[in-house]
């Protein structure tokens, strides 16, 4: 019988613990009183460029490279109704030797400009990279315009110089929304 005296002990252990616990009041009506604003992050872009990619070819002046690509979730009627804040990232590392002239362009479905954002990328190497990491925060009637955008055109300017030895532009790009009920 010791084994079943041993085993009542050990059985009686949680119960004691259980018993002795402290638990503090939980007040559900708080509930109510907790808001947490909605953020989305979205990726925009995300792109790498080599000098092929720039026009004119084989030339030591400006090069241009360019491209549209449509924004369909600023559409939506949730963002319409609720966007109070929008913060675009834009990271660029380029190691062209020449500076880079990015213009980004919103634009409406009848490619009318509703919002521009621009920054000069500076030049590097393989080794040191000029690197920029440019954030826009656009709200009160900016905000406004740029809902009413569809599209992002964006221009790239490679500034005179020569690269002979090539080089890649990696851009990537994220929009932070904050949105209200």
Known sequence: MPNLKL???????????????????????????????????????YFTLELQHFTPHNTTGPKMAEDVVRLEFIDDDYIQDGLVRADLNFRCTNTFTSPILCDIIFLSENNSERYRINFLIPGGNPEVPGVVDYTEIIQGADLEAFKQSIKMRLELEMLSGVNAEGGKLQLKSKAFLNLEY
């Open 7 to 45: 085993f009542g002990r050990y059985a009686l252990l949680p119960v004691f613990i259980i018993m002795n616990s402290c638990v503090k009041d939980i007040d559900l009506e708080q509930a109510n009183e907790i808001v947490i604003p909605p953020k989305a992050a979205l990726d925009l872009v």
